[in-house]
């Protein structure tokens, strides 16, 4: 793993019979393998609209008029549009949470991260199969810890007392727990 540009930090448990492994994935590398496996990424929607917008004259692209409908359709026409991510592409075009300054949000680390172990080690070694490891009972577990600032901000917005039980916002819940216990399951099957 360390071959590959992860970073590994190890510690004893309690009882000194297990060892915990944290791996990290530098920024730099998950923009590297991101564009090396054309991994994609959701574009920035209102980016997107105004490049669409302007065009590119000195290509000789014509600015670009889609027509919306709010009133219709609650989503804009240029919301939930991916593409491949490249290093040689701003990362301003790339969907990024407000005060991000990059677009590799906890879930999109993550991923890649779980894609890079289980690639082929570029020494020749063999890739690390997490699911086979942990059916195998040479892994006990694998599990991504919590990004420490959303969850933050969550107990923040949880943390409104004169807010009904059915008004709490479920959305921010949903994304730091829902889906990493998604991507949890994903790692075991």
């Known amino acids: 793993m360390i071959h590959n540009g992860l970073e590994l930090y190890s510690y004893f448990g309690y009882n000194k019979n297990e060892i915990f492994t944290l791996i990290r994935a530098p920024l730099e590398l998950l923009r590297s393998y991101a564009d090396i496996s054309n991994y994609e990424m ?43 991510y490249e290093t040689s592409i701003p990362e301003e075009y790339y969907y990024r949470p407000a005060g991000s300054p990059h677009p590799f949000r906890s879930l999109i680390r993550l991923k890649l991260t779980k894609m890079i172990i289980e690639e082929r080690s570029r020494d020749g070694g063999s890739p690390i199969k997490i699911s086979r490891y942990i059916s195998d009972k040479r892994l006990l577990a694998c599990f991504p810890i919590h990004d420490q600032i959303a969850r933050e901000n969550l107990i923040i917005q949880w943390s409104n007392f004169t807010r009904l039980p059915w008004r709490q916002p479920i959305t921010p819940f949903k994304v730091i727990y829902l889906h990493k216990h998604l991507l949890y399951n994903n790692i075991i099957i």
Do not use: R
Request: zero cysteines.
């Open 42 to 84: 959701t574009l920035d929607h209102k980016v997107l609209a105004s490049v669409a917008s302007q065009g590119f004259p000195d290509l000789g692209i014509a600015p670009l008029k889609i027509a919306d409908y709010p009133s219709e359709d609650a989503y804009s026409p240029y919301q939930h549009i991916k593409a491949k």
